[in-house]
């Protein structure tokens, strides 16, 4: 009969097995858009065990062409969340979009930079700008990487009141910014109030729409 000790290398070897994972998903994972400008709605999904916290990247030269709401945001395991792009009038093409999120540990505010060590997921998909009227594609999923706490160097733990505060915090701040641009009181290409984000070498932060 096999006896497992908490010291040897084959116990840890499945402890560290049990580690709980998660990845996001996007459907639909590829969209056809106006090259005249247009909307894209998507849905992120947190598949696994744990909360995820994503944030939107564009590189430099998607930039000026897309705004994005939300630009970030948390997502409880089993959860989905729509995510809009808006492009604006530019060129023909297909832009290849980024998402990146890790496991949100207890205390963690998106406004901050990742967590220093943590496995960060990518989730790439693709939006398509056209001449004439965008295509109906058959809806398709992508899956992004699977991610684990492992390797987070964190010691900011709260209680669970204090992690939902941060949460609705982030969801109002947003929701306060949309309504700023549909009332006129702020430019639609401004930032977010986080700034650009060095996480990404070559890489900021989406903009609202």
């Not at 062409?65 to 395991?77: D, E, H, L, S």
């Not at 492009?87 to 023909?92: E, F, L, S, V, W």
């Not at 998402?99 to 398509?128: C, H, M, N, T």
Request: charged share 30%; glycine share 10%; hydrophobic share 35%.
């Amino acid at each position: 009969r096999l006896r497992w000790s908490l010291r040897s290398p084959g116990c840890r070897r499945q402890l560290s097995l049990l580690e709980m994972p998660a990845k996001l998903t996007i459907t639909p994972a590829v969209m056809q858009v106006s090259a005249k400008g247009g909307t894209t709605k998507h849905r992120l999904k947190c598949v696994g065990d744990q909360r995820v916290v994503f944030k939107v990247k564009l590189k430099a030269k998607y930039y000026k062409f897309y705004k994005v709401w939300p630009v970030m945001g948390f997502i409880q395991p089993g959860a989905t969340r729509e995510i809009t792009f808006t492009r604006k009038p530019g060129r023909i093409g297909k832009d290849y979009l980024v998402i990146q999120y890790i496991i949100a540990p207890s205390g963690y505010d998106p406004r901050e930079p990742f967590v220093k060590g943590a496995q960060i997921g990518k989730l790439i998909f693709k939006i398509e700008a056209v001449e004439g009227d965008p295509m109906h594609i058959e809806e398709t999923t992508y899956r992004g990487d699977v991610i684990t706490d492992a390797g987070q160097d964190w010691k900011r733990a709260v209680n669970r009141d204090e992690d939902e505060r941060i949460e609705r915090e982030i969801a109002a701040q947003y929701d306060q910014l949309r309504a700023d641009v549909d009332q006129g009181n702020l430019d639609i290409g401004a930032e977010t109030p986080t700034g650009r984000s060095q996480e990404s070498e070559g890489a900021v932060s989406g903009v609202i729409p």
